[in-house]
């Protein structure tokens, strides 16, 4: 059987953004967004449990026998650091464990557009990343801190669980806190961070309603907070928001998120053409007054129609991120519109652009049509992967 050092090597190499170890099942790897396994070799729970329980610490196994689950990071000198969730299924131990760059992510090797770089230098609000797990929020989330650390002179700081990409001080003093090592919990470390006189506090994730209040009402008193929610849209994103206090301190919560919000990046990592690897294909909400009005009034649902129309303050709706990057040649049409959330909406967009023009004579439509046809007829390879060696 592979030790956990050749596992990390292989999928490091086959560029792996997950590595997924459960009982009576293969080993598995995700590889551009679709899970492959390594062999037919089934890890036997004994196996597994072998695996994961080497790269716990004595506390860890209390917690995880207590709790059932634990978020933790664990580091390979001289390979990378990882991202590890460690959970029970079916009576067994199992883990998904993520890869994270020794190397922090440069912002401009992200193909982010470029209005998220002048978000990342406003002084107060709250910017919320967002979107299913594995599309990148954190890599995103880290980028924007680095650019604040090389180029601010403030303080910085982090509440994670686990800790990620590691931040060096550069023109700020950043400070990272990780859950269970430095503090007991979110909430725990957002009661106190604002006496610590942060400039910017960045929230790992925004899970329940004491860590959100906390984050809006810092927002409020004047920092810069970055945070993530697993939505998938910033209409939606509001909804959540709202939806976690009751029923009756619901309009309160509208006015102070209309408030203290900056701004909301959805985004999805969206496979690139017939090469290998994602390109980020983002929405992007700016609080202007027509943004906070809807939220205040409940009008919620026009969201998406005022991000459309506010291309001239920086918005973009996921459709209009799609079809950036399928007319530059970066995605499939198919692609793209298996990725929109309204198909029907981003092919009639297509179409219009494409329709010719009355004094011409060239039949763009057609040319469509016809490429249309071909796509169909292709289809992407599925990367393949190494087999493991295995010991006996």
Known sequence: MLNFRELCEIALNERASDIILSANTPISLRVDGEVVQMNNK??????????????????QKSIILRRKELDFSYSITGLSRFRVNAYMQKGT??????????????FHELNLPPIIEKLAFTHRGIVLITGPAGSGKSTTLAAMIDLINAKRKCHIITI????????????????????????????????SVVRQTPDVIMIGELRDLETISTAITAAETGHLVFATLH??????????????????QQAQVRTQLAGALNSVISQQLVPMGYKKGRIPAVEILISTSAIRNLIINDEVRQIPTAIF?????????????????????????????????SPTEFTNSILADLEPATDRKIDYLKIFKNLLYRLKIIKRKKPAVKKALHRK
């Open 42 to 59: 089934k890890l036997s729970p004994e196996e597994c449990r072998s695996i994961i329980e080497s790269l716990l610490t004595e506390k």
């Open 160 to 191: 994670e669980d686990p800790i990620e990409f590691h931040h060096e001080n550069k023109q700020s003093i950043v400070e990272q806190r990780e859950i269970h090592v430095d503090t007991e919990s979110f909430s725990a470390a957002l009661t």
């Open 309 to 341: 129309t506010g291309r001239d303050q920086g918005m973009q709706s996921l459709n209009q991120s799609l079809k950036a990057l399928f007319k530059k040649g970066a995605i499939s049409f198919d692609v793209a519109r298996a990725y929109s959330n």
């Open 231 to 248: 939505t998938i849209d910033a209409a939606q994103t509001i909804h959540r928001i709202i939806d976690v206090f009751p029923p009756l």
């Open 93 to 106: 131990l199992a883990a998904s464990i993520r890869p994270i760059p020794i190397f922090l992510p440069k």
